[in-house]
């Protein structure tokens, strides 16, 4: 698989984890695997992955009024990720951006 991360995961609960825990969260493509996310973290970011977890995320169902009456439809299934980090080791989401303001 080329890369499974598609985004930093950026909640209240995930800052809470990574602040507490040294965990972060990633949304993942639903086909990857723990082998494929660890080895796209370390080889993206240059650090060494202590463990990974993996959520399964049931769409929302949705309900939209028309004039014809309820149209019922459903977001799209999606998985994420929790990755923990090796002990005294960080991911910075932002050193790529910050780099570029410099110069």
């Known amino acids: ?23 972060y969260v990633f ?24 463990s990974v977890r993996t959520i399964n995320c049931l769409g929302k ?5 028309t004039r014809k009456g309820l149209i019922f439809s459903k977001k799209s299934d999606w998985k994420k990720a929790v990755i923990t ?3 005294g080791q960080s991911i910075d989401y932002y050193s790529g951006a910050a780099q570029k303001s410099e110069g």
Not at 1 to 20: A, C, D, H, I, Y
Not at 61 to 65: F, G, I, S, W
Request: aromatic share 4%; charged share 40%; proline share 5%.
């Open 1 to 23: 698989m080329k890369n499974p991360l598609l985004r930093p995961w950026l909640t209240e609960k995930s800052t809470g984890l990574t602040e507490q825990r040294g965990q």
């Open 85 to 87: 980090l090796a002990e």
């Open 27 to 50: 949304k993942v493509k639903p086909d990857a695997d723990k082998e494929d996310i660890r080895n796209a973290v370390e080889k993206k970011f240059g650090v060494k992955v202590k």
């Open 61 to 65: 169902a949705r309900m939209q009024h």
